[in-house]
């Protein structure tokens, strides 16, 4: 079907608040990475799923954020206490099987905490 | 971990001549490399890959190289294009031992300026 959709597009939180940000992979789709992405900087890796496993989470930057894929399609990334340094933009991506592919990026959450 | 280097940071060039980035990883166990294009406010978007069995790859006016010896691959661009303009990154993965990837690096970009 359609791509790898993420929601909401945007998002502003003040600093403190929850956030939770959703992404739909391509249907079937066996893996899914979470990114952070900077401005002006590459995506950083932070956790990895193959089916509902979450195989990698060594990248998540601290345990305020925590990633689910509790059925193995919809994932969702929640960060707890937002900072301002959490700012940025977050990108899913996903891929077909779980051995070597490409990976189709979704739009990304742009996260602003004030 | 895997730590990936790209250079150079900006690179402009004039329409018609050619470009190229320079990435070099330093994990042996990477064997994946792809190279994305990315828009100002857009998503990544796979250009290229190529996979660590392989020196070299053609897809129309895009190349890369890869060196398992010195850890290195680049992108070549030829015959350069306004809508080239962009910034790229180059990336390494690594297999997990029970299959699939872990840590999926990316390098830190080149921004593209193509001048008419």
């Known amino acids: 079907g359609a791509g790898v959709s993420q929601s909401p597009r945007y998002k502003v939180a003040k600093r403190g608040q929850d956030v939770a940000l959703r992404c739909d992979p391509i249907?079937?789709?066996?893996?899914l990475f979470w990114y952070q992405q900077a401005l002006g900087q590459g995506p950083e890796f932070l956790t990895y799923?193959?089916?509902?496993?979450?195989?990698?989470k060594s990248g998540l930057p601290s345990d305020r954020f925590f990633a689910e894929r509790p059925e193995g399609s919809v994932s969702t990334l929640k960060i707890q206490r937002t900072q301002q340094e959490d700012s940025a933009v977050y990108l899913c991506?996903?891929?077909?099987?779980?051995?070597?592919?490409?990976?189709?990026f979704g739009p990304g959450t742009r996260l602003t905490v004030l | 971990g895997e730590n990936v280097e790209q250079h150079p940071s900006t690179l402009s060039v004039q329409e018609g001549d050619s470009a190229v980035i320079k990435c070099t990883y330093s994990?042996?166990?990477?064997?994946?490399f792809p190279w994305y294009k990315q828009e100002l406010g857009k998503r990544p978007q796979l250009i290229i890959d190529?996979?660590?069995?392989?020196g070299e790859k053609k897809d129309q006016r895009i190349a890369v190289t890869l060196n398992k010896t010195a850890k290195h691959f680049s992108l070549h661009i030829t015959e350069t294009q306004p809508e080239d303009s962009a910034v790229y990154f180059c990336?390494?993965?690594?297999?997990?031992?029970?299959?699939?990837?872990?840590?999926?690096?990316f390098g830190t970009g080149t921004k593209l300026q193509v001048i008419p």
């Open positions: 994990d042996s166990a990477s064997n994946y």
């Open positions: 190529i996979r660590s069995n392989v």
């Open positions: 991506a996903s891929i077909e099987g779980a051995s070597y592919n490409e990976q189709f």
């Open positions: 990336a390494a993965l690594k297999p997990l031992v029970s299959g699939g990837y872990q840590k999926v690096t």
């Open positions: 799923f193959q089916n509902e496993a979450q195989l990698d």
């Open positions: 249907s079937g789709h066996v893996s």
